[in-house]
């Protein structure tokens, strides 16, 4: 059974930060591409950051800068660092695993979701 675990959100104030953990189980992790999500209510998921197995990342525009994707492939685990959060910042946040080229399992797995509110 695959799971994604998140852990790490909160209730912070502008400008500080939080480390967003996701651990997945029961995949193999080199084969997927992991990346971060966010929605809010109303509004569609999006993309917040990915990182390759071979650690290559992309980020949303609004959060370059600030936010950082990172991954320990021996450990199975994927975090997002987040800096200077602003209250554009806060919704849900969504760990995500993507299959890459060369998996042959094309399913795609999601977390539950943790929270993350930034508010003074």
């Known amino acids: 059974q695959v799971q994604l675990v998140e852990s790490g959100g909160g209730l912070v104030q502008p400008g500080e930060s939080l480390r967003l953990s996701c651990a997945p189980s029961?995949?193999?992790?080199?084969?997927?591409?992991m990346g971060w999500y966010r929605q809010v209510p109303g509004k569609q998921r999006e993309l917040v950051a990915t990182?390759?197995?071979?650690?290559?990342?992309d980020y949303k525009d609004s959060v370059k800068g600030r936010f950082f994707i990172s991954r320990d492939n021996n450990k199975s685990t994927v975090h997002l660092q987040t800096n200077t959060l602003k209250p554009e910042d806060t919704a849900v946040y969504y760990c995500?695993?993507?299959?890459?080229?060369?998996?042959?399992?094309?399913?795609?797995?999601w977390g539950q979701g943790t929270q993350v509110t930034v508010s003074s």
């Open positions: 990182v390759t197995s071979q650690g290559k990342t």
């Open positions: 029961g995949i193999l992790f080199t084969f997927y591409v």
């Open positions: 995500n695993a993507n299959p890459s080229i060369f998996n042959p399992d094309r399913r795609e797995y």
